[in-house]
C-alpha cells in the first residue's frame, strides 16, 4: 500500500495523475488519510485509478463497522468510459460479489446506482462518500450526482471492492493497505 500521511508524503503518482495523501470531507471538515491506491487493468490496458481514504488503516470488517465518513476516489484511465460500459460492469461486479439475498434486499439501491452513471473521459472522477447511518453520496466530476441510502448499500458497495467477494483481489488488498 502507499504510505500514509504520517510519513511526511504529499502525495504519490500513479498512472500519471497526483494522488492526495489527505482529502476533506466538504460537509463535515472530516481529514481523511490515503490508505490505499491501485490502478485496475482490463486486457492490459489500465482502466481506472482507485484511492481509499479513511481516518486509518483498516479490516474491511472494520472499515464496514467504523463511524466515521469513508472515501473512494475513482479516476478514468481509459480515453471514455461509456455509461452503457460503467452499468454493464456493475452489474456484473454486484452480481459476482453480493449474495443473492443481498441482491434482492438491495434491488431498487443498486438499480438507482446503476441508473446514474454517464460517460466519462480521461482524468474525470467518480467520489464516493460513505456517511455511516446515512449512505453513500456520490459525485461525478465534482458534480454531486445521488445519495443512495442506507448501510447496507455502503456496505455492499465496499464490498464490491474490498469485501469477501471482491471482483478484483489486487484492488482489495491495495486498498485496504495490505491489511486482511
Known amino acids: 500500500g502507499l504510505a500514509a500521511a504520517s510519513a511526511g508524503i504529499v502525495a504519490r503518482e500513479l498512472a500519471g495523475f497526483t494522488i492526495p495523501d489527505t482529502v476533506r470531507i466538504e460537509r463535515d471538515g472530516s481529514v481523511l488519510a490515503l490508505v490505499g ?87 474525470e472522477q467518480l467520489v464516493f462518500d460513505f456517511f455511516p447511518g446515512e449512505g453513500v453520496r456520490f459525485s461525478i466530476r465534482g458534480e454531486p450526482k445521488r445519495t443512495i441510502a442506507g448501510d447496507a448499500f455502503a456496505a455492499a458497495l465496499l464490498g464490491v471492492w474490498m469485501g469477501p467477494r471482491a471482483v478484483d483481489p489486487d484492488l482489495r488488498r491495495a486498498l485496504l493497505g495490505g491489511a486482511p
Open 37 to 123: 491506491a491501485h490502478v485496475r487493468t482490463y486486457l492490459l490496458r489500465n482502466i481506472t485509478l482507485f484511492a481509499l481514504y479513511a481516518e486509518r488503516p483498516l479490516s474491511f470488517e472494520s472499515l464496514v463497522a467504523s463511524p466515521t465518513p469513508k472515501r473512494v476516489a475513482v479516476t478514468v484511465l481509459l480515453p471514455e468510459f461509456t455509461a452503457e460500459r460503467f452499468r454493464d460492469g456493475w452489474r456484473d461486479q454486484f452480481a459476482n460479489a453480493l449474495t443473492e439475498v443481498q441482491r434482492r434486499q438491495l434491488a431498487l439501491q443498486i438499480a438507482e446506482f446503476i441508473d446514474s452513471f454517464e460517460t466519462l473521459e480521461r482524468g
